[in-house]
C-alpha cells in the first residue's frame, strides 16, 4: 500500500533553515504529483508546495521565494528546503500524493520556528 514517511523537523530559530524529506513507497513515484501541507494549531491544514511529474511548481505565496521543492525519482523521495523560517512557520508538516483518485497522507513532522 502507499506509504509516505516525513523527517527532518525540529526548532529551529527565526531565520534558520530546515530541510524536510518524504520517503513514498507502494506506487510509481514518478508518475504523481507529490505536496507538502502543514497545519498550524487551530488552524485547517494548507497547501504549501506542490511538484508536478514534469518537474513544475507551485507554492502558497506565504513561503514563495524562502521555500523550494525537489523530488529524486530514482529514490521515491521528495524534499522541502526551508529559508528564512519565520515563527508562523510553525506547523506539522506532511507530505501527500494522490493515488487512483486517493489521497494518503504520511505521519507529519513537527516544525517549530522559534527563539
Known amino acids: 500500500q502507499v506509504q509516505l514517511v516525513e523527517s527532518g523537523g525540529g526548532l529551529v530559530q527565526p531565520g534558520g533553515s530546515l530541510r524536510l524529506s518524504c520517503a513514498a513507497s507502494?506506487?510509481?513515484?514518478?508518475?504523481?504529483?507529490v505536496g507538502w501541507y502543514r497545519q498550524a494549531p487551530g488552524k485547517q491544514r494548507e497547501l504549501v508546495a506542490i511538484?508536478?511529474?514534469?518537474?513544475?511548481?507551485t507554492y502558497a505565496d506565504s513561503v514563495k521565494g524562502r521555500f523550494t521543492i525537489s523530488r529524486d525519482n530514482a529514490r521515491s523521495t521528495v524534499s522541502l528546503q526551508m529559508n528564512s523560517l519565520k515563527p508562523e512557520d510553525t506547523a506539522v508538516y506532511y507530505c501527500?500524493?494522490?493515488?487512483?483518485?486517493?489521497?494518503?497522507w504520511g505521519q507529519g513532522t513537527q516544525v517549530t520556528v522559534s527563539s
Open positions: 507502494g506506487f510509481i513515484f514518478s508518475n504523481y504529483a
Open positions: 511538484i508536478s511529474t514534469r518537474i513544475t511548481t
Open positions: 501527500a500524493v494522490n493515488v487512483h483518485g486517493n489521497t494518503n
